[in-house]
């Protein structure tokens, strides 16, 4: 890492890859790009430089596809400048406390070094976002951008991280080969420091923040075209995404939890992030880049820099992530939120749901494009997700030895874990007995369960809290970040990183089965009064499962604050119109549907990865866990992940079959 690039001579050549991922990076590099940008038509900053911003209609031409033609929905200047302030905010205290050792990270198939995430974070802003605002007028309808005079002199992969690294083959998600982003120096010739990635964020960050205009009222009161309120907005969104990766991260490879302390009460302190940063990580600096004028001095209004927006530019009534942090989680309020379980299942009725997006919203993903039909037949949903109680019945049922609960994948999946996991026991006791220490580690008889859970030694067994003594949790504990000590697994909590085929078949072990997507939808964003038999497809739709106003720290578990899961029967406020709870935010749900495009699916310009390449490899999810930002949350989000992940804060709940619902003989043995 801290290795100083080689000479352009002793760089290692570029590698040849077999997919060179389908980005929109063959767009010419301007020559004004970056910060000696000079000549202008754009809008003037504070300091007097300006941007040559290319026009709405030149972005639009560039994309083959014409999504960007769809885009219709208008952010104002200073809606952005908010959301750039709040995301950053976010990413500083998801890192903050991290050595730059850390930030590398030990190599893990489940996890990217976090010191790539940020330079992958910078190099998406560049290269999806800010080279396309400042792009030059391109022909109309021409199919590949021709290159023009003032960039055939630029290297192809120049960029603003400097030097003689190629941003590319660093930091781009599809050059840079999982495997190859612990070893840049021997793939992409050169290796940059942390303090090249900070200031090639900081670079990336000033520039598209001078893109937005002076910061003064009646410019931040203008709203942006669609396409670049579109492209700021996605960009900001993949930062949230990172933010989540982030914090899921630190737990995968048991780092301390992100420090997420209270700030002052009066809302976001500007002081209080850079000095709670400084010292432990230096891209704290890309934070002072949004919060001040390009002299460093001039603070900005802070009616804007206090409040998050979601994506659509709409302020949250919870405000930055520094405010939430200021509420008081011990307190009685936590208490009135609830807790405890939250049993049964709703009932709901056939009828005819309307799936995915449609073109008069405000925010779409090309994954939830477009709208269509889809006949629900009557169904039973638990109210709540799968608790750790719940599912420690399941392993003490012998639920993993069952091999008639299982399909096919899902066996195969237990069977490569099985050998996986007595490899890891193995290497452990090679490394204790290369120490000198005692060999009589645990081989290939640890029991199957979900990641971070580990059996409880006899020395921990003074008290049973679950239960009572020999109660389903009281042979586990769990890992949580750095905790020093395994802790007791909340029996009410939802059981999290469990693999979709564990949730599968805990699913058939209690005569049930995952829901589909199109029912989680119909459960958190429709209303009894309105759905039925009689619906034609155009009931309304919430935008959360309690309606359609923003979410708050009453009605879901999100933003990272509460720093974990709450149990399942919390936050009642946030229940479905059919009664069902959490189902936005503290884990995300398994559905039983595989990732596919819906009628209509155009690959969104410019990320085009962002889903067709997992089409039929992946299933959906829905809902946000508690490391997700409010911002970006909503019902009808369409994510998704590899079935055998489980390095995510993933959980489920079961659904019924109205029409055979006797079929459920497994409740009972709860
Ligand atoms: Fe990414």
Not at 7 to 32: K, T
Not at 609 to 629: H, L, M, Q
Request: proline share 9%.
């Amino acid at each position: 890492m801290a290795a100083p690039p080689p000479s352009a001579s002793s760089a290692a050549p570029p590698r040849d890859r077999w997919f060179h991922g389908i980005h929109a990076h063959s767009i010419p590099v301007p020559r004004e790009a970056g910060a000696s940008a000079g000549a202008s038509s754009g809008p003037d900053d504070a300091s007097g430089r300006s941007l040559a911003l290319a026009p709405p209609h030149a972005l639009r031409d560039l994309d083959a596809y014409g999504t960007l033609r769809e885009k219709h929905h208008r952010l104002t200047r200073g809606a952005v400048r908010s959301m750039y302030r709040d995301v950053r905010e976010r990413t500083l205290r998801a890192l903050a406390g991290l050595t730059p050792a850390q930030l590398r990270a030990k190599p893990e198939p489940s996890l990217n070094p976090l010191d790539w995430g940020l330079g992958h974070v910078a190099h998406f802003y560049e290269f999806m976002i800010l080279r396309l605002l400042l792009a030059p007028a391109q022909p109309p309808n021409a199919a590949e951008p021709s290159s023009s005079a003032s960039s055939a002199d630029v290297p192809a992969h120049a960029s603003l991280l400097g030097g003689l690294h190629d941003a590319h083959a660093l930091f781009d998600s599809f050059r840079a080969a999982h495997d190859d982003r612990w070893r840049p120096a021997d793939v992409a010739g050169t290796d940059p420091t942390l303090d090249e990635i900070a200031r090639y964020l900081d670079a990336v960050t000033a520039e598209l923040v001078r893109a937005l205009g002076p910061e003064t009222p009646e410019n931040d009161r203008r709203a942006l075209d669609p396409v670049s309120s579109y492209l700021h907005a996605y960009g900001i969104v993949h930062e949230h995404w990172h933010v989540e990766d982030f914090i899921q991260t630190r737990q995968t490879l048991r780092y301390p939890r992100p420090r997420w302390t209270p700030a002052s009460s009066d809302g976001a302190s500007d002081d209080r992030v850079e000095s709670e940063t400084r010292g432990a990580f230096p891209f704290a600096s890309a934070y002072r880049v949004l919060v001040s004028d390009s002299a460093g001095s001039r603070p900005v209004d802070p009616s804007v820099r206090r409040y998050a927006c979601d994506v659509a530019g709409g302020f949250l009534p919870s405000p930055s992530p520094s405010s939430l942090l200021s509420l008081s989680l011990s307190s009685e309020k936590e208490k009135e939120r609830g807790g405890g379980a939250f049993p049964g299942y709703a009932s709901i009725p056939s009828g005819r749901y309307l799936l995915g997006a449609t073109p008069s919203d405000k925010w779409v993903f090309d994954a939830e494009r477009w709208a269509h039909n889809v006949d629900v037949p009557a169904f039973r949903i638990a109210k709540a997700q799968v608790t750790n109680a719940e599912f420690a019945a399941f392993v003490r049922a012998g639920g993993y030895e069952n091999r008639a609960l299982w399909s096919h994948e899902g066996w195969r999946w237990v069977a490569s874990e099985r050998a996986r996991r007595a490899s890891e026991d193995e290497d452990a006791v090679k490394s204790l007995a290369e120490d000198g220490a005692k060999k009589d580690v645990a081989r290939d008889d640890r029991p199957m369960a979900p990641r971070h859970w580990t059996p409880r030694s006899d020395a921990s067994r003074t008290n049973a809290p679950e239960g009572g003594p020999g109660g389903v949790l009281d042979g586990w504990r769990v890992a949580s970040f750095d905790d020093a000590r395994p802790s007791p697994l909340a029996p009410h909590a939802p059981v999290t990183h469990a693999t979709w085929y564990e949730a599968e078949a805990y699913c058939a072990w209690v005569g049930g089965r995952l829901p589909t997507e199109a029912e989680w939808e119909v459960a958190a964003r429709t209303d009894p009064a309105t759905y039925g038999a009689a619906a034609t497809g155009t009931c309304p739709r919430r935008e959360y499962p309690w309606g359609d106003a923003p979410p708050s720290p009453d009605r879901a578990n999100l933003d990272g604050f509460r720093g974990g899961a709450t149990d399942v029967g919390a936050l009642p406020a946030g229940d479905s119109a059919w009664g069902v709870r959490g189902m936005m935010g503290n884990a995300w749900e398994w559905t039983s549907t595989a990732f596919l495009p819906f009628p209509g699916f155009a690959m969104d310009f410019p990320y085009r990865e962002n889903s067709a390449p997992w089409f039929g490899y992946r299933k959906v999810v829905k809902g946000g866990c508690w490391a997700t930002s409010a911002p970006i949350a909503r019902a009808g989000y369409r994510h998704s992940f590899w079935p055998e992940m489980n390095a995510v804060y993933c959980g489920f709940r079961v659904a019924l079959d109205e029409k055979n619902p006797s079929a459920n003989p497994g409740v009972s043995k709860l």
